[in-house]
């Protein structure tokens, strides 16, 4: 059953509004503003009907209040013809559904919140689907990496740890926040295409030919054609097809410069080669962060973005790095 709040410091007012909604509803009747702010402080609820002019606290206050702290309970508020100024106010502040003018048509004022309560409704399952969805797919990935772990000698711990790097170098870059955590996201997938690299290549124990070595190469654009062409994937194939490019235009597959090679195929690439540095591969031991990072920097400008080493170096100074690599 939706609870039902309402607002009003005429009693007689708040009686009828209370005696319309009583059946089908809880109500909840607060005696003035700061009744109905106290009462917004303790009761989650689903919809609400203030009156705009009251003493101390007018409807707008309390509906601006509702918006901070309950934003998807629906606000309706109660107003006499003369209150444009306040109506716009609210309008604009407290983001309200619908104003009401007073006197009301009770039907009407009932259908009112019949329809809201709908979207309401309706709201919280799609919100409930796109969760279910958004943890499917993110799943999907890791599963899809995780299978293909097997093939290569990466390890999951690998995949989390360039998640996690990446993400903290996109934001460091002055990538906002959501589109940094999803980039961490895709680039567990910038090995996706050795699922196409025959096993006797990626496990040979010895020097790879040179003609292994371009089926190696091979692997940026096999990812690619795994990732197919859904436009949630798009960072996911920039990364797959420039984790190899080196910033001087000498890498693979395409030979691309500077900035021509998307930022987020730049970052993967970097912390990609800082992730294998630190850990232990089994042809070596693991190298300190510092080694690591002073390797690194004298290849800024040839492998690395110059700009991406710096943000690096300071990740690394300020913990961010330790951090991360210590959690998986
Ligand atoms: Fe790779
Ligand atoms: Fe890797």
């Not at 689903?46 to 009156?51: E, K, R, S």
């Not at 606290?57 to 509906?63: A, E, F, P, R, T």
């Not at 919280?124 to 995780?146: F, S």
């Not at 090995?191 to 089926?215: M, V």
Request: aromatic residues 6%; glycine residues 6%.
């Amino acid at each position: 059953m939706h609870t039902l709040l309402l607002v009003d410091d005429d009693p007689d007012v708040l009686a009828t509004l209370t005696r319309s909604f009583r059946k089908g509803y809880k109500t909840l009747s607060a005696n003035g503003g700061e009744e109905g702010i106290a009462f917004l402080n303790v009761h989650p609820v689903d919809l609400i009907i203030c009156d705009q002019r009251m003493p101390n606290i007018s409807g707008d206050q309390v509906l601006s209040h509702a918006l901070q702290i309950q934003p998807h309970a629906i606000r309706i508020l109660l107003t006499g013809y003369a209150d444009v100024e306040s109506l716009l106010t609210c309008v604009n502040d407290a983001h309200i559904y619908k104003y009401v003018t007073k006197p009301w048509d009770p039907a009407e004022l009932n259908l009112t919140v019949v329809r809201a309560l709908e979207s309401l409704v309706l709201k919280r399952d799609l919100d409930t689907a796109r969760d279910q969805l958004e943890t499917a797919y993110k799943d999907a990935v890791v599963m899809l990496c995780l299978a293909a772990e097997g093939k290569d000698q990466d390890t999951s711990s690998h995949l989390y740890r360039v998640q996690h790097y990446t993400e903290a170098l996109a934001v460091a870059m002055g990538v906002a926040n959501e589109t940094a955590a999803h980039m961490g996201l895709m680039s567990m997938l910038h090995d996706i295409g050795k699922l196409a690299t025959p096993d006797a290549i990626l496990k040979k124990p010895d020097k790879l030919t040179e003609e292994e070595w371009d089926i190696m190469r091979e692997h940026p654009l096999a990812g690619v054609r795994i990732l197919g062409n859904n436009p949630f994937y798009e960072t996911a194939r920039e990364i797959s097809a420039g984790h190899h490019e080196n910033y001087d235009g000498t890498g693979y597959p395409h030979r691309l410069r500077g900035d021509n090679i998307p930022l987020s195929a730049r970052i993967v690439k970097i912390v990609d080669v800082f992730d294998a540095l630190t850990t232990k591969r089994p042809y070596k031991e693991p190298w300190p962060m510092e080694e690591a990072i002073t390797h690194i920097e004298s290849h800024a400008g040839i492998m690395f973005d110059p700009a991406m080493v710096e943000e690096l170096k300071n990740l690394f100074i300020d913990g961010t790095l330790t951090r991360i690599k210590s959690a998986f």
